[in-house]
């Protein structure tokens, strides 16, 4: 009897014309990982955007996309009013936006998980960078957008995947 073993099979020429979907080429995992298991891992009072993680993936061909998972556990204080921004960029282009990464308004907290996922054409062979950032926009007595790890609760980390095709 015959066997055959792989760990990757990467399309030579991408997908047929006509084709709905594509294969996975490559996955590359980034996470936010200073700080302490059960504490803050990142924390800004920023009004502009500042990069709190990012991961960089080099495609193998130029026709091929990127899928860009994200999950994120933001977290905003005990204070009356916080909106927290975030955006993510392929080196300086924004793929995503959101104005209410997290909201909260007196006792109302507006977000606890978030998720993005884009599916990106960098159309390029280079290496590109995907990178998280955030911002406060509007804040009362002093707040801070923070990131926290609660174990397995918030993963707080991208994962890029290049398609074929």
């Known amino acids: ?3 055959l073993r792989t760990n990757k099979i990467y399309p030579r020429d991408g997908l ?14 980034g996470a936010l990982t200073t700080g302490n298991v059960n504490g803050t891992l990142f924390s800004t009072t920023s009004s502009t955007y500042v990069d709190v993680f990012s991961v960089t993936i080099t495609p193998t061909s130029a026709s ?3 899928l860009v998972n994200m999950a994120i556990g933001p977290y905003g204080g005990n204070v009356d009013t916080l909106r927290m921004n975030g955006q993510i960029l392929r080196d300086s282009t924004q793929v995503w936006y959101t104005r209410n990464l997290y909201f909260r308004s007196g006792g109302d907290f507006k977000a606890v998980q978030t998720a993005a996922v884009v599916l990106d054409s960098p159309a390029t062979t280079s290496a590109v960078t995907y990178k998280f950032q955030v911002k406060v926009e509007t ?9 926290y790890a609660d174990n397995s609760n918030y993963n707080n980390k991208m994962i890029l995947m290049e398609v074929s095709g």
Do not use: C, D, L, R
Not at 16 to 29: L, N, R, T, Y
């Open 1 to 3: 009897m015959s066997e």
């Open 16 to 29: 047929p014309a006509g084709a709905s979907g594509g294969g996975i080429i490559q996955i590359v995992e």
């Open 64 to 66: 091929n996309k990127i």
């Open 139 to 147: 804040a009362a007595g002093g707040s801070t957008a923070e990131f």
